[in-house]
């Protein structure tokens, strides 16, 4: 057998339906993702308003008194949570995309014809353009 083929093989073992299924969604959900990271760059704008315009007379009549700081800013932290979930969404749909090529080469060796990755892909992007924009045009 083509030593591909067995690589690739592996990479897809399981009930290959439903993980099928899991991983087309996915692929097929990044316009959705765009769509909560929009509203979370929103959300992060709002905090950094909040953060310089507010007084935070709280803080420095509580801790701030014995501690001699000024407040805590909310933002950065926000800001490095959705870093991090950026790089973990990277690397998810890095592994959705591969998982897909492989679904893909197995399929063709299997049944002898010809399944498309590149059409997969257009589909996909097609989808979650519309997907984003649909959603946009609601919030």
């Known amino acids: 057998m083509d030593s591909k083929y067995q690589k690739l093989q592996r990479v897809q073992q399981g009930s290959l339906s439903l993980r099928r299924l899991k991983k ?81 080469y197995c399929e063709s060796v299997e049944t002898q014809r010809k399944v498309s990755f590149t059409k997969q892909l257009g589909i996909a992007v097609v989808i979650n353009v519309v997907t984003y924009g649909i959603l946009r045009l609601i919030i």
Do not use: M, S
């Open 24 to 104: 087309y969604l996915a692929l097929y959900g990044v316009g959705f993702f765009f769509w909560v990271a929009h509203l979370w760059q929103l959300l992060l704008v709002q905090l950094k308003y909040i953060d310089t315009t507010t007084n935070h007379w709280a803080w420095r009549w509580t801790v701030g008194l014995f501690q001699g700081e000024p407040p805590p800013k909310v933002y950065p932290i926000v800001y490095a949570i959705d870093t991090v979930g950026l790089v973990g969404f990277l690397i998810g749909l890095t592994y959705v995309i591969y998982w897909i090529y492989a679904d893909c």
